[in-house]
């Protein structure tokens, strides 16, 4: 009798270890392209953002016949942070109701008696918060620790711990001058003052950008067109890992009286985009105090947690919630100390610029490349040295190319090239 044998198929060694490594080969080809399709998506989803903020702004204008107003609120009585808020409130609360927030909104307007914790504030014999609520940096009304989705961005990875008032991606162009616009000449208690260098009256020349703290400005008043203006941009929120995009120097008045080119100087020679803090190296120390008047050395940088750019959607002041159109996107920012005026970049972590909002509510892509003119000419405001005194930039072009253009409302300015292109 024959028995026949069946040889059972099987791969070799030398087969298998073959396809193993025709499989390797082509996950490393398409990773990066996975990569990148999940960040285009990312992009798009910002990009949706910034066409509802568009149109939350024009709805808003549509409504009350003006744009919100940045560092507005309520006035401070002298009551406590607790029941006004010292007219440092963002425009990004004046549109809540626009972006589908009415529930938050409804929280913020009217008065709260509630604590974060739940806890009812008339069972401790305080009274409730205030319609419009407390200080904007206030840890325990919730309403400020509440995340707007429509506010962040997906690319920007960085999370607020529970206890935080919670982040923003965005920011509102205030233009190419920045003497003494953090507080638009209006105190606290929404008394313009009447300085003829830095008042109200006197500093409404360098209020040039689609913006001006504690005052609103209307359509009408975007004499360069609605398509040729920056109304709001994108920023990065700081994450603490000396990202200059996202971290404060602090400059005091060297910020207006030398020009913004001086912040190369503080950037990390082995990591250009991050600010050098290294003491060894020359870098800078950190700030201590609140960097305010014989508060700290000078230079600084800002290194509290609560302090880096787009930290709290709800405050007013420039670190959180605006930006200027002086050093390009992705760049650096300068300001005089915590809460003061400066030089603060539009950013974002997309692939090489960030996304803009028009006036006109279009959104465009703004590279880290666009022309942004003299780098060495000293901020309208201050002397320049050319002759023409402290005010001889009132009214004129400005000095930092396309993208200083693009970010003031009346300056007459030529807008040569399409862009949406």
């Known amino acids: 009798m024959v028995v026949t044998r069946h040889r059972r198929g099987g791969f070799t060694l030398v087969e298998l270890l073959v396809v193993i490594a025709i499989i390797g080969i082509l996950v490393g ?7 990148a399709a999940r960040e285009a998506a990312r992009r798009m989803s910002c990009s949706n953002n910034c066409k509802q903020i568009g149109l939350a702004l024009h709805n808003y204008h549509s409504a009350y016949k003006r744009l919100p107003m940045n560092a507005g ?10 029941y006004n808020n010292s007219l440092w409130l963002s425009w990004m609360v004046g549109i809540l109701p626009f972006i589908e927030q009415q529930g938050l909104w409804d929280q913020i307007s009217n008065p709260l008696n509630v604590n974060r914790d739940g806890a009812i504030r008339t069972d401790n014999g305080l009274q409730p918060y205030a319609a419009m609520g407390p200080v904007p940096w206030h840890e325990n009304y919730q309403p400020w620790l509440t ?22 991606n965005y920011s509102a162009c205030i233009g190419d001058a920045i003497f003494e616009q953090q507080h638009g000449g209006v105190n606290d208690q929404g008394v ?14 360098w209020a040039r950008g689609v913006f001006r703290a504690r005052h609103f400005t209307r359509f009408r008043d975007i004499k360069d067109g609605l398509s040729n203006t920056i109304a709001c941009g994108e920023n990065v929120v700081g994450d603490r890992t000396q990202l200059a995009a996202g971290t404060v120097i602090v400059r005091k008045d060297d910020v207006w009286n030398l020009p913004p080119a001086q912040g190369l100087q503080f950037m990390d020679p082995e990591r250009p985009k991050y600010v050098n803090t290294d003491q060894n190296n020359g870098g800078l ?36 919630s605006v930006f200027t159109t002086i050093t390009p996107p992705n760049s650096y920012n300068m300001q005089r100390w915590h809460g003061g005026g400066g030089v603060h970049c539009a950013s974002s972590f997309h692939q090489g610029g960030c996304h803009v909002i028009m006036a006109d509510g279009s959104v465009q892509f703004m590279t880290d490349s666009v022309d942004s003119g ?48």
């Open 73 to 82: 609120g309520t006035y401070n009585t002298g009551s406590g942070g607790d």
């Open 147 to 168: 995340q707007v989705p429509a506010y962040r961005c997906p690319s920007d990875a960085t999370v607020a711990t529970p206890a935080r008032v919670a982040f923003t």
């Open 192 to 205: 313009p003052q009447t300085d003829g260098t830095w008042g109200d009256e006197a500093g409404a020349r």
């Open 29 to 35: 080809l398409l990773l990066p392209a996975v990569q």
């Open 285 to 320: 120390p950190p700030c201590t105090g609140c960097c305010g008047d014989g508060m700290g050395p000078n230079p600084c940088y800002d290194e509290a947690a609560n302090h880096q750019r787009g930290r709290r959607w709800s405050d007013g002041r420039p670190m959180f």
């Open 374 to 421: 003299d780098q060495n000419h000293v901020p309208y405001g201050r002397d320049n040295n050319d002759g023409r005194g402290a005010n001889g930039g009132a009214g004129r072009e400005s000095p930092y190319g396309l993208w200083g253009a693009l970010g003031t409302k009346a300056s007459s300015e030529t807008i040569d090239e399409s862009l949406n292109q």
